[in-house]
């Protein structure tokens, strides 16, 4: 299926992409974080896209989902969208997050306020904003310096796809929060304690602000191990299975529950 192109809104001259990126996004792309600079980008993207609420559409799944897995006809369809959505969550947590603490930047991220950019196997690979966001005010707090990613975005996000597979939430929110438990360990090196305490804060919290449960509450664990010569390593270990593994021919993570220890 061939993408539409679409246009998700035009920046100012001062917000045009720099280099395939978003310029004030510009100084996120170093180190593990450089492939992401084609990755958030701005309508005058070249690329085809699709408008993440038509990419939602039923139909829409069905199509793009045939692409990245042709084999998959009559497989677990569960297992089918939460080995999908792992792209999705990949490509659009890290950036996402990484600005947020490090830059204290607050991205568009409502479904109808994206585009996303399909490769050839159906997997999303880059995202269209609708312009470069704003700063967070001083007092956002761990819950409101994320709330755009959790509440506008992943919430209805893994809703619909658990409308469309039948897919736990539980499954797809750990899922996401493999990886976003996972940014804060890349940007150790970059970013102050006091940067990202937000982050570690909410990870941390069992409940949100208004009681419901917190999604993302430590969604990865870290086991210590002995290796053979008597030493000791730590082993972070997802505490929910992706299910991935009921699709044929698929492993299981090198870091899923069902293991007792990390592959060889």
């Known amino acids: 299926m061939q993408a539409t192109k679409t246009q998700t809104g035009a920046g100012t001259a001062a917000e045009q992409p720099v280099a395939g990126g978003i310029a004030a996004l510009a100084d996120l792309y170093v180190g593990e974080f450089a492939h992401y600079r084609d990755v958030l980008v701005l309508a005058d993207d070249p690329r085809d896209a699709l408008p993440l609420v038509e990419l939602l ?87 409101g310096r994320f709330e755009h990613l959790i509440e506008d975005n992943l919430a209805p996000f893994i809703e619909a796809l658990g409308r469309y597979a039948g897919v736990a939430p539980k499954v797809l929110w750990s899922n996401a929060g493999n990886y976003f438990e996972a940014v804060f360990g890349q940007l150790a090196s970059r970013a102050s304690q006091a940067q990202l305490a937000d982050g570690r804060a909410l990870v ?58 990390p592959p060889q």
Do not use: M
């Open 57 to 143: 559409l039923p139909r829409t799944l069905d199509e793009q989902l045939l692409r990245f897995r042709p084999q998959a006809v009559g497989e677990d369809r569960r297992a089918l969208v939460s080995h999908w959505s792992r792209h999705y969550f990949v490509r659009l947590i890290p950036p996402v997050v990484a600005a947020a603490t490090l830059l204290d930047r607050r991205l568009p991220l409502r479904l109808e306020q994206l585009a996303v950019v399909l490769d050839d196997q159906g997997q999303p690979s880059a995202f269209k904003l609708l312009n470069d966001g704003e700063r967070f005010a001083e007092s956002s707090g761990p819950f």
């Open 204 to 261: 941390d919290a069992r409940y949100l602000p208004d009681g419901r449960r917190n999604p993302l509450y430590r969604p990865v664990r870290y086991v210590e191990l002995e290796n053979a010569d008597g030493r000791s390593r730590i082993w972070r270990q997802r505490r929910l299975c992706c299910i991935r593994y009921l699709l044929d021919g698929v492993a299981l993570c090198p870091n899923c529950p069902r293991l007792d220890a």
